[in-house]
Nanobody, 125 residues
Framework: QVQLVESGGGLVQPGGSLRLSCAASGTIFSIYAMGWYRQAPGKQRELVASITNGGSIDYADSVKGRFTISRDNGKNTVYLQMNSLKPEDTAVYYC???????????????????WGQGTQVTVSS
């Protein structure tokens, strides 16, 4: 199995920034495609951003221009830099992983095999 450990969540004011980290173990990280999802109260889990093992990136329209996904294969870690945060960004954020095909982005949660425990992000004044 792949173990995913998330960190970086917390409380931030609107307009502020947070950086989430997801550290992977138990696998060769460089061959995995990674995704960030979020789930707000009363809503379904939605894809925030994804990055392939080949470096191809997709973003949800709601976060485009504000969030940045990146990966550091040397540290077995994927990041989500969140800027200009809004109250509607409040959610539990999840890291997900699956074996990659190079430049194929995966957008559906059922396409990911491994999940982190989730970290709470709250944007409020």
């Amino acid at each position: 199995q792949v173990q995913l450990v998330e960190s970086g969540g917390g409380l931030v004011q609107p307009g502020g920034s947070l950086r989430l980290s997801c550290a992977a173990s138990g696998t060769i990280f460089s061959i995995y495609a990674m995704g960030w999802y979020r789930q707000a109260p009363g809503k379904q889990r939605e894809l925030v951003a994804s990055i392939t093992n080949g470096g191809s990136i997709d973003y949800a329209d709601s976060v485009k221009g504000r969030f940045t996904i990146s990966r550091d294969n040397g540290k077995n870690t994927v990041y989500l830099q969140m800027n200009s945060l809004k109250p509607e960004d409040t959610a539990v954020y999840y890291c997900a992983a699956r074996t990659g095909l190079g430049n194929t982005n995966y957008h559906r949660s059922i396409e990911y095999d491994y999940w982190g425990q989730g970290t709470q992000v709250t944007v409020s004044s």
